[in-house]
């Protein structure tokens, strides 16, 4: 017989994720991949990590860094959490915080907490692509999330319960988001944070490149303007989600989550009754090379990816036709391209791949699959030189389709 008769109904609805079967691309040398959302590995801090990792095994130390731990997380990288998120206008405890396997885990935790078959989950038009396959398999509704409008809370909650369900939480990554690079201001944000109070529903601030910022000033996070209003992260509906992914090394999978208590506390009974506990031995290095390093790491990768999106944003208006227009960031590591109606970016990837050059067609990251005439291109993984050659490929392969 086939096992797959026996899957759960929900599985129909886990799809492979296109970017991971592009990252396959990243090992044929000829092809210039705009298409990874991941950092360069010539910038990882290498040598803080081989120091860590060699202080977390020594005799001393192995007893823990090798033996099971809480499922809260480690205690040394949790206080270190606490002291970066007052940095940026949160002040919470060290109770506020659970380390997850990267902020992925979190984002999946999150939908079987909160959502039921047939909740609404309010989204972008277009989203990170990852938090689409987290959500999916807890079936919810897709509503779209836009600051900008002017439909009624009792509009909304009236389209949730026709579909079956009520509005659980809107997700959304207001810095630099995966996969426009657009940043959400002030104003917009604080509209997000009233739409959800009147919605009585909760918020997911997916944070995963704030730290990545090029020009301009820092915002503060969504949890820190509810922060400003309740006086308490207990009295917050805002659950903030940070990742070391993209700014010490993705590999080790340490991100974390940040809310109130009663939230805390249902995620570390989820986290439980997954795997336990994020790897130990990962968590103590990160705590090490982050309480060493992070300011000054993160300040050369703004250096290095900020040259890159300049020299993508510069090369982009050198070389693309009339009719493609395209997102200028302040940071992260994205530039989102519209081409003309009727144009499809997944037959154009077909065509680029012919010229070496690839890319995610954009309709990935719509929950309905619409606006195929879109795709998001990657700057952090290659230098200016190799940017502006791949721009150009791009370039003519439009022109050959217009």
Not at 105 to 114: I, M, P, S, T
Not at 199 to 211: F, G, K, N, P, T
Request: some cysteine; glycine content about 8%; overall charge negative.
């Amino acid at each position: 017989m086939s096992l797959s008769s026996l899957f759960a109904s929900r599985t129909s609805r886990m799809k492979a994720s296109e970017i991971r079967e592009l990252l396959k691309l990243l090992d044929q040398p000829d092809i210039i991949s705009f298409a990874g959302g991941i950092p360069d590995p010539a910038y990882f801090p290498r040598e803080a990590f081989a120091a860590a990792m060699a202080k977390a095994t020594d005799v001393h130390a192995a007893g823990v860094s090798l033996q099971y731990a809480t499922s809260e997380g480690y205690t040394p990288l949790r206080d270190w959490i606490v002291g970066y998120m007052a940095r940026l206008g949160v002040s919470c405890e060290r109770d506020n915080i659970l380390i997850t396997a990267g902020s992925q885990q979190a984002l999946d935790y999150l939908g079987k907490v909160f959502i039921d078959k047939d909740d609404t989950v309010m989204v972008g038009w277009p989203t990170y692509l990852g938090a689409l396959g987290a959500f999916n398999a807890y079936e919810p509704v897709y509503d779209r999330l836009d600051p900008a409008d002017n439909r009624t809370p009792q509009d909304v909650i009236a389209t949730a319960e026709q579909n079956g369900g009520k509005v659980k939480f809107s997700y959304l990554s207001p810095d630099f988001a995966n996969p426009t690079g657009v940043t959400l201001s002030v104003e917009d944000r604080r509209a997000i944070l009233a739409q959800a109070q009147a919605l009585e529903c909760a918020i997911v601030e997916d944070a995963a490149y704030q730290s990545l910022r090029y020009c301009g000033d820092d915002l503060p996070p969504i949890l820190a303007l509810e922060i400003q209003e309740t006086g308490d992260i207990n009295a917050c509906r805002t659950i903030y989600l940070g990742s070391f992914s993209k700014t010490l090394a993705p590999g080790l999978r340490v991100g974390w989550a940040v809310a109130a208590k009663p939230v805390i506390s249902q995620l570390v009974l989820t986290k439980q009754a997954a795997d336990l506990q994020t790897a130990t031995i990962n968590q103590i290095a990160v705590a090490e090379v982050a309480r060493a390093v992070f300011d000054t790491h993160v300040d050369t990768l703004r250096g290095v990816y900020g040259a890159r999106l300049q020299a993508m944003l510069t090369s982009l208006k050198a070389h693309m036709p009339e009719g493609v227009s395209w997102t200028e960031p302040a940071g992260g590591m994205f530039v989102w391209v519209t081409l003309p109606t009727g144009m499809d970016g997944a037959e154009l990837l077909k065509q680029a791949l012919n010229s070496n050059v690839a890319f995610v067609p954009g309709a990935a990251f719509f929950a309905d699959g619409s606006n195929t005439n879109t795709l998001r291109l990657n700057f952090s993984m290659s230098p200016a030189g190799k940017i502006e050659e791949g721009i150009a490929r791009l370039a003519q392969v439009i022109r050959a389709q217009m």
